[in-house]
């Protein structure tokens, strides 16, 4: 029974609740006073007349009141040692088991469509991906293009065939900007990653890799745990780099033909750090099979659990027993009762500076949540899943990510998606969605606002509930107009960029999204929390036609680009680079 227990290692011997340790200085001078006590007694007994006193003084004996004094002390300390918390054993903590993360880096500028490598070079990095995804990786993978500015094509998701729907279409064209900020890269796919504490793995397809592009990707693997694996889109002869429709070819300030080849010194500097790998291209599936396999291979990442203090095993009923046992020394009729009095007739209400003598913090916590006060509840609830709640409930949503991130059940996960939708971050909200849909393939709200949250454009990343009840105004205001003033619906304008004006059908499009978006963002079910932590999302009041779309969305990613460059007043790096 006590094997577990015993022998007591005294390197790790420590308490829990050392503060209550302070309560051995009243209890040593109580044990003083009584004492100084008898010693008192003893000198008055003196003062009587020898032949008097054994009718005037009861008998009793001076070492069985003595002895009573000794018990009395080493009961209470025994007591408070246990209120302490003694320990010296460590609870065995699971760690979370979490899903590594995948993210492809495609090199979209325009010195892709150099012909070094046949077709061109992005079409063969396009293969790649294609038989990187054939691979099955088993990882949840998204898709992000850069040059002068990165953009997520497709977020997290471990339905491939969406990836691949995409691919076909890019192109330089669909950029905002020319050139190639693999820096800009980076810091999106660590945004896009951030959904889960596992590292990740960040692949680049990419043929622009200078001392750059060098330092951009030291500060990366420095400041993260992923690890990059790098496919040089580009052979050691190079090839020119062609202008956009034109058979002519991009010049440098000195009128000289940028020629674009592998920079081997570049490469060997790479291949130096740390968790970075350099693949050689191969005209089979040999090189990106090969980092499947790896991926596939380290999928599940245990996550070392947090030391805190109720990883420790508490001992203090060890030392419960022997002051019980001395209590039953040292009980004579009345003198335990009114021991106890001081603790029974003690404050037990939820108010009381002691209630935590009295009751757990969760229930001290559910007090509190039931008073409104959200905010104290927080700071008082143990439990994560009840400790986020009261962060909704309060409008502290980053707290109440946090505490939410620590369940990794479908009802953790869909809780995090309404926390990451309050704090206008919806890209990860989408991501949290998906997650929930697919970690319980029967849990209907995570599946219908999983569908809902897939209709929303991707680069709606940071929409919150005041943009969107704007956003369904604007519309409103705007269809009312044009039909009293009987002109076209100009409100999507900026998403053609550039003043570009957009086609009727893909206006059309964009508001059914629109509606869609509106009907999600003014859900009553993004605006609670249920206590219970099995919200359900409302039923839409009608059925939503959606048209159908081309297959083809390069038009509609060029037109997101821009609307995210607009509105996020993106900047590309100013190096004067237009390939």
Known sequence: ?????????????????????????????????????????????????PHLRPF???????????????????????????????????????????????????????????????????????????DFLKQNPQARV?????????????????????????????????????????????????????????????LVFSDDLDQDEFTAIQNFVQDNEDKVDILPMNTDAGADVPMPNSRAYFKDAEGNVVHSA????????????????????????????????????????TEKPEEKDNSWRDMGLLFVIPMLVLLLFWFRKGWVIYTLMFFVLSSC?????????WYTPDFQGQKLSEKGDYAQAAKRFEDPMRKGVANFKAGNYADAINDFKEDTTAHGAYNLGLAYFQSGDTLSAR??????????????????INKQMQMIPHGEDSMTPAKAEEAKDGED???????????????????????????????????QEETVSSNIHMGKELDEVPDDLNATTQQTGGKMLMRK???????????????????????????????
């Open 549 to 579: 779309i081309d297959d083809d969305p390069s038009l509609f990613l060029k037109k997101k680009f821009e609307f995210q460059v607009k509105e996020k007043k993106i900047k590309p790096k100013a190096d004067g680079k237009k390939w």
């Open 56 to 130: 005037v003084i009861k008998k009793g004996s001076d070492g069985t009141k003595l002895s009573m004094q000794v018990i009395l002390l080493l009961s209470l300390s025994f007591g408070i040692l246990a209120l302490a918390g003694p320990t010296w054993k460590k609870v065995e903590v699971p760690g979370k088991i979490l899903e590594t993360p995948v993210v492809i880096l495609l090199d979209l500028s325009q010195s892709m469509m150099a012909t070094d490598l046949q077709p061109t070079r992005l079409e063969r990095a396009k293969f790649k991906i294609n």
């Open 431 to 448: 991501l949290a969605f998906q997650s929930a849909a697919e970690l319980d393939p029967s849990f209907a709200p995570a599946q219908q």
């Open 262 to 301: 592998i920079d081997k010194q570049v490469i060997s500097q790479l291949s130096s750090l740390d968790r970075v790998s350099i693949h050689q291209l191969t005209l089979d599936d040999s090189d990106v099979e090969l980092i499947s396999k790896s991926i596939s291979d380290n999928l599940k990442f």
């Open 349 to 357: 209400t939820d108010g009381s500076k002691i209630a935590g003598l």
């Open 142 to 202: 998204a898709l992000v293009g850069f040059a002068g500015t990165a953009h997520t094509i497709v977020p997290l998701t471990r339905d491939y065939e969406i990836i691949t729907s995409h691919i076909d279409g890019l192109s330089p064209n669909v950029m905002p900007f020319p050139g190639s900020d693999l820096e800009a890269a980076f810091v999106l796919a660590d945004s896009v990653m951030n959904v889960t504490d596992a590292p990740g793995t960040v």
């Open 1 to 49: 029974m006590f094997e577990d227990i015993f022998p007591v290692d005294w390197e790790a011997f420590h308490f829990l609740r050392s503060k209550f340790l302070w309560l051995l200085i009243p209890v040593a001078l109580i044990f003083i006073m009584g004492l100084i006590n008898m010693r008192q007694e003893f000198s008055w007994k003196k003062v009587i007349a």
């Open 477 to 511: 205001g705007n269809q009312g107009e044009a039909k009293d003033n009987n002109v076209p619906n100009e409100s999507m304008e900026n998403l053609g960029g550039g003043g570009q004006e957009a086609t009727k059908k893909d206006m059309e499009t964009q508001r």
